[in-house]
């Protein structure tokens, strides 16, 4: 099974995988979490790259790096370990390009498309977790013991255009995309959703 954590900045997906991984291999799964950018060896140079705040990227070279990084990924990670039976967990795929390359930078849609179709060889996650959060509440999680990212620093109206666009994606295909509110539950809360989701689906 490939599962997907996506949501905007400081949503809590890289607790919650963590957390999901624990549990599913708690129940005797063979668990991979990856994540993207930077599941490859490759993929964490790019990360470097594209999440350096002094990075100045064209938005089509910015995709690129994402589709590059992609690539990497399905090829020498992800699908390697769903043909020996593991469960893949990604912290991010696909559907953050939709939100952030369409959404946030308003690239053409049929070219985010297709890169991703490219990149992702037509790989599908069998199910999406999306953690929604406001900006407000998940740009201040995010940058609480840190600075901001490259994106994290992008103003507030690009964020809100990630979300939006992320909600869409999950109004578009529900079988798929399970949404979960973050604003107002605590960690565990959360986590129990996802489990529940998850072993609803196996
Ligand atoms: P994160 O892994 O800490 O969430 O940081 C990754 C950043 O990269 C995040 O701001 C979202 C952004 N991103 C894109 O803009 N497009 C993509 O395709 C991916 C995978 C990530």
Redesign the pocket.
């Known amino acids: 099974m490939f599962i997907t954590f996506e949501g905007p900045?400081g949503c809590g997906?890289s607790t919650h995988s963590t957390r999901l991984k624990s549990y599913l291999e708690g129940k005797g799964e063979r668990v991979l979490l990856t994540?993207?950018?930077g599941g490859t060896q490759v993929g964490k140079a790019l990360r470097d790259l594209?999440?350096d705040r002094t990075s100045v990227l064209d938005d089509t070279t910015e995709i690129y790096l994402?589709a590059a990084d992609r690539s990497e990924h399905v090829s020498k990670i992800i699908l390697p370990a769903l043909k020996e039976g593991k469960t893949v967990i990604s912290?991010?795929f696909i559907d953050?390009?939709i939100a952030?390359?369409i959404g946030g930078r308003r690239l053409p849609e049929d070219l985010v498309r297709y890169l991703n179709m490219v990149s992702s060889k037509g790989t599908l996650p069998d199910l999406t977790i999306l953690l929604d959060v406001s900006p407000e509440i998940g740009l201040k999680r995010a940058t609480r013991n840190r600075q901001a990212d490259r994106?994290?620093q992008e103003v507030v109206d690009f964020h809100r255009r990630v979300r939006a666009r992320y909600l869409a994606i999950a109004a578009a295909e529900p079988e798929r995309v399970k949404v979960i509110e973050t604003d107002d539950k605590d960690i565990d809360q959360v986590q129990s959703l996802i489990r529940e989701i998850v072993d609803a689906k196996r």
């Open positions: 900045e997906k994540r993207e950018p594209l999440l994402f912290d991010r953050s390009t952030y390359q994106f994290e």
